[in-house]
């Protein structure tokens, strides 16, 4: 029976989402130094209210390390059409994770892979022995789900979340979690920049998903199929393996956290220390939803 419950935080999901929730109206909040700390603020309260809601024992903070993985190797299109971050979110970087680091939460992030692969690595390594639960608003890391290992998917607005695990996915996704793979090399992923088959959409990839279960038995089979289906893989064959191959998050990255450096606790000196740097006010409300998340006193 596993009686840790570990939550794995998708870092720079949070702040951008935190950025872009308080920034569309031009609010960045800046300290009296000129420093914009808005999506800071917003990322800290996602975060100390996923860790009111959820009550882990240990948390871990994931993140991306620039924008050149093994990804971009593969495929100089993945993710070009992403804008530059705004000049406001640029500072907000390296300030997210001293804050993250206030609270005695590991910052876990490696080069040339993305906070996903980290996040799947450690969540395989963890879930032999506890309960992994990884917060994102990234459905690529659906694929993840298995025994002990459950995706909680922040919705529109604070405190809406959905949880993936293995008893409910197939009810809530019509396919298995490993098929998210194969559904992403069929469709391929417009937020990715990779675009799958031409002319397949997601309502054709999970049918074919359901019949065949896989990519490789579907090809196996590409005779039973329909003749436009045919041709659409068979034009695009290439950019289907290579799109599953873009599509599947890593879990064997060289990356480690010994858990017992993870546990849940917080000094609130030295938390309240450096919020004080930001300038924020109604720091208590700010930590309010931790008060009872039992952190150990040190």
């Avoid at 450690?122 to 032999?128: F, G, I, P, R, T």
């Amino acid at each position: 029976m596993t009686t840790n419950k570990v939550l794995l935080v998708d870092g720079m999901a949070l702040l951008f989402r935190g950025f872009f929730a308080t920034s569309f109206r031009g609010n960045f909040m800046y300290n009296s130094k000129g420093v914009p700390t808005n999506g800071v603020y917003q990322f800290l309260r996602y975060l100390t209210d996923a860790i009111h809601t959820f009550q882990p024992s240990h948390v871990i903070c994931c993140w991306d390390m620039g924008s050149k993985t093994f990804r971009t190797e593969l495929y100089d299109g993945y993710k070009a059409n992403r804008d530059e971050p705004p000049v406001e979110l640029i500072p907000q970087f390296d300030l997210v994770k001293d804050v993250v680091n206030s609270f005695d939460i590991p910052n876990i992030g490696l080069e040339n892979f993305e906070a996903d692969d980290c996040m799947g690595t450690l969540a395989n390594l963890y879930s032999q022995e506890n309960e992994v639960l990884i917060l994102s608003g990234d459905q690529d890391l659906l694929q993840l789900v298995k025994e002990n290992i459950s995706v909680i998917i922040m919705r529109k607005g604070q405190g809406n979340y959905e949880v993936f695990d293995k008893d409910n996915f197939y009810e809530k996704k019509a396919l298995f979690p490993a098929q998210i793979i194969d559904l992403k090399g069929l469709m391929g992923d417009s937020s990715d920049n990779y675009p799958g088959v031409k002319g397949i959409g997601e309502k054709t990839a999970i049918k074919l998903l359901q019949e065949y279960g896989t990519i490789d038995d579907l090809l196996e089979n590409m005779e039973k199929l329909p003749k436009g289906v045919q041709n659409k893989l068979q034009t695009d064959l290439d950019m289907l393996h290579l799109s599953r191959k873009l599509a599947e998050i890593k879990c064997d990255v060289p990356v480690a956290c010994e858990l017992e450096t993870s546990q849940w606790h917080f000094e609130e000196e030295k938390v309240i220390t450096k919020l004080d740097e930001l300038e924020w006010k109604h720091l208590d409300r700010l930590l309010a939803p931790l008060k009872d998340t039992k952190p150990i006193s040190l």
